[in-house]
């Protein structure tokens, strides 16, 4: 069944066997085993909860390092709208692109100008198909990967459009194929990305068959070696910007809803906020929405767990570097708008993945799930994580599939223990009692 590309990784010599990610992760994939954290590859969506919370820094994402863009003739660099809320006192995002190519790109597309272009299709899109609504974005790809795996009901309800990063690198390709002539082999599409899920969107994407992304960077990696280039950009730079507030308010949670001109939306960030909303969609207790904006990270994109700023903090930057630009720039031919339609639409259509069926068939299903029940009512129901499960019924679900012991709990190994103590004081009396009968029965002999 696992078929996905993962970039959250563990390193089981950081990890101390701690239940901090075991707590947190959203889709129960963690398990504490022989001291040490496991991930199961099925349940994870690389949203990033654990790197974030692990004390010990055992969870790391798995991405390009900076040398990698070496190996392309001409580069490209995609840097995403949550980039510029990274930096202090920046006005004028002409900077951060001037030093991009004094870094070493060749070009830069802005993965907010695709983004504009995103939104211009989604209103479109919104308003041919109503049958569909409300549309949940499909601009987060840990939020997708969480559908299709636990709320295959939504799955009719993903707006079918290509996310700006994909637009951007597929625009980026056409242009510099274009200027340079050289093969596309030879050309790298660098995104520089908040988070591990776009990693894992480049390695397997959702919606198309092949990313044209090349290599992802992390933001964290990119800052410092920027704050360097942009003290040698000039005051005044040069405008290739071609991207306004539309595009750069897509680096935080309400931004993509905000560029759609309607106030019959919802925007959730936060993992769990974002279950609790999809459990509220399933149960069909929102009316009148057309849109829904779901960001597994808090703040939206600005909260990676690739970027150095503070979410909150960087989500005031964003919003004063868009105070002095445009709503929307329209920099771009009408034979770009006319490419960028052709790579807007998925081309392949998303499915349900049953990662969390108890069984192969119907039947072993439900003959796990009566197993289940009646061992819920045997644990004490305190989800302690003592037992590696984050929760009881999770260990529940973990022996009836064969992948756990009763045993694994403390509390009915202890109940165990306390039987076996009784029956072996019961024994140590009885053969007591039986030695002090022989012993009279000598004596009266």
Known sequence: MDKFYHSVRLDEELCKGCINCLKRCPTQAIRVQDGKARINKKFCIDCGECIRVCPHHAKHAIYDQMEEMERFRYKVALPAPSLYSQFNNLDDINIVLHALLLMGFDDVFEVSAAAELVSEA??????????????????????????????????????????????????????????????????????????????????????????????????????????????????????????????????????EAGGLFTESYLAADGIENVIRVLEDMEDQKFTNLKFVELDACSGGCVGGVLTVENPYVAEVKLKHLRKYMPVARSHMDAETEEKAEELMTWTESVEYEPVYNLGETMLESFVRLSRIEALSKQLPGLDCGACGAPSCKALAEDIARGEAKEEDCVYIMKERLRKLMEQSSQSEQAAVLTELRDRKKEEST
């Open 122 to 255: 989604t209103r479109a899109y919104l308003t041919e198909h109503e049958e569909q609504l409300p549309l949940i974005s499909t601009a987060c790809p840990s939020v997708v990967r969480l559908i299709r795996v636990r709320f295959p009901n939504l799955i009719p309800h993903l707006l079918p459009l290509n996310p700006p990063v994909e637009v951007a690198a597929g625009l980026a390709v056409k242009r510099a194929m274009e200027k340079t002539g050289l093969p596309r082999e030879d050309i790298g599409i660098c995104f520089i990305s908040p988070c591990p899920s776009k990693v894992t969107y480049a390695r397997s994407p959702i919606g198309t068959e092949k990313s044209e992304i090349d290599c992802v960077l992390a933001i964290k990696d990119v800052y410092p070696q920027l704050l360097k280039y942009m003290k040698q950009v000039d005051e005044d730079p040069e405008n290739i910007s071609i991207s306004g507030k539309i595009g750069i308010s897509w680096g935080h949670s309400g931004g």
